[in-house]
């Protein structure tokens, strides 16, 4: 089984800040990694994902995470976001092994809110 | 290239009801997905479907809760003599045919079911 805690359920931030997600897991096997991010009113949109070899992994609309095996951390960054970054964001992890990679077990989100 | 269609995106039932939610894959996936999100709570696995076939119901309640995908038209996650306990966002979700590794999800916007 797995689990993923997103330690901030808000992240307010101002124009052009950095800012970072973060996200832990746990599992007993192997995983693949993922986060998701829902606009409002939208369905939720693959960011980026991370399956094997570079731990490094660059998204769409400038993000990019890093999987850190030994801290069991896939932390979500962006060097300088945008108002039309508000959004809530979703970690979530699904088993490499098994058969069952369609199970993803996700996170509880969390809402991004870029003020001006 | 429509992206994977849910219908309706709110429905309000009072107890005892039934509510039938809708979910058209994208164009070409044949491997269909619910996940519930309880308020308050990351999104959990419901079921697996393949046309006229349930492949993981694993994650369904076992009462009341069913789901197909019939050879023709949209999947259907039908709930019925609803509770309040029942309120929550339904995402569906899709996939092409699958392969070797990673099984990558693209979801719906979400039917918001609110049982009074």
């Known amino acids: 089984a797995q689990s993923v805690t997103q330690l901030d359920s808000q992240v307010p931030v101002f124009e052009e800040a950095p800012v970072e997600l973060r996200c832990n897991y746990s599992s007993s096997v192997s995983v693949y990694l993922f986060w998701y991010v829902q606009y409002p009113n939208q369905g939720l949109q693959l960011l980026l994902k991370?399956?094997?070899?570079?731990?490094l992994v660059k998204g769409i609309n400038g993000f990019e995470a890093e999987f850190n095996k030994s801290q069991t951390s896939f932390h979500l960054r962006k060097p300088s976001v945008h108002i039309s970054d508000t959004a809530e964001y979703f970690c979530?992890?699904?088993?490499?092994?098994?058969?069952?990679?369609?199970?993803?077990?996700f996170g509880k989100g969390t809402l991004l809110t870029v003020n001006p | 290239n429509a992206g994977v269609m849910q219908n309706p995106r709110h429905l309000v039932r009072r107890r005892g009801q039934e509510a039938r939610l809708r979910c058209s894959p994208m164009k070409g996936h044949s491997h269909v997905y619910w996940y519930r999100q309880l308020p308050e709570e990351g999104l959990k696995f419901m079921v697996y479907l393949q046309k006229e076939n349930i492949i993981d119901e694993s994650g369904m309640p076992k009462e009341r809760f069913s789901a197909e995908f019939p050879k023709e038209g949209p999947s259907i996650l039908r709930i019925q003599q609803v509770v309040r306990g029942d309120s929550a966002a339904y995402f569906c979700a899709s996939s092409p045919l699958l392969g070797a590794g990673a099984n990558v999800l693209t979801f719906g916007a979400g039917s918001r079911l609110t049982v009074l």
């Open positions: 991370y399956l094997s070899g570079s731990t």
């Open positions: 979530a992890v699904s088993p490499a092994t098994g058969g069952s990679n369609y199970k993803l077990t």
